[in-house]
């Protein structure tokens, strides 16, 4: 069997019914990423959606050799899809980001950076999110509260952007829901992690699931 040529970067995104962001998140995730001079791969899931997304992902992967595509039969979910982006990606270092350009793609060198002192996990920090308060924000620093003094993962934002080591991140069993734990997965499991603010703009476009 050919072993798996490794690239540096991957960076892992569901994708369910975004046919309204997909393009402008190619465009600049591209830009960004053939900016850093290192090699990379894109690997886009495709979570069931009944949009155009999965045949756009086919021709983005037909087109450009940097693309990769997982196709799911049926909507699994977020956290379903995550997994198995990660468990096709070849990266020495794997991002996690949403198809929404809600984590923007112009963060990805900070987390690389840092990343490169020699952590398992780097977090993005979302700074000025837009989300509103009582339904998003307050809950989820309740949240994070609650996870940091049970797991004791230094952590301060669990959800949103994230660079793990490949090898890590393709180790870790996620089930449902657990997408917005794998801070302090990766803490149980051992590993080292830091934080760097990243920005929290609105959805490019569509609705939020
Ligand atoms: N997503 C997915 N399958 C789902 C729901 C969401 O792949 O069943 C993807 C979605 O396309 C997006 C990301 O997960 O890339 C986050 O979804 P969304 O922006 O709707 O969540 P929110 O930011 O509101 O928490
Ligand atoms: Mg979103």
Not at 181 to 188: N, W, Y
Request: hydrophobic content about 35%; overall charge positive.
């Amino acid at each position: 069997m050919k072993p798996t040529p490794r690239v540096d970067i991957s960076v892992v995104t569901p994708m369910h019914n975004e046919e309204a962001c997909i393009h402008e998140f190619y465009r600049r995730v591209t830009a960004v990423l053939s900016g850093l001079g290192r090699s990379y791969e894109i690997v886009l899931v495709n979570d069931g959606s009944t949009d155009a997304t999965g045949d756009i992902i086919r021709d983005y992967c037909r087109r450009d050799p940097h693309m990769a595509g997982v196709f799911l039969s049926r909507n699994r979910g977020q956290c379903n899809a995550i997994y198995a982006g990660l468990q096709h990606s070849r990266g020495e270092n794997v991002l996690i980001m949403d198809g929404d350009l809600q984590h923007r793609p112009e963060d990805i060198p900070a987390l690389v950076a840092r990343m490169d002192e020699g952590y398992d996990l780097v977090k993005g920090m979302r700074e000025n999110r837009s989300e509103s308060l009582v339904l998003r924000r307050l809950p989820s620093k309740i949240a994070n509260y609650l996870l940091r003094a049970t797991s004791g993962c230094p952590v301060h934002d669990m959800g949103g952007f994230s660079c793990i080591r490949g090898e890590v991140a393709r180790a870790l069993r996620l089930r449902a829901g657990q997408h917005r734990l794998i801070p302090a997965l990766v803490h149980l499991m051992g590993g080292s992690m830091s934080e760097v603010p990243t920005s929290a703009p609105p959805r490019f476009a569509g609705k939020s699931h």
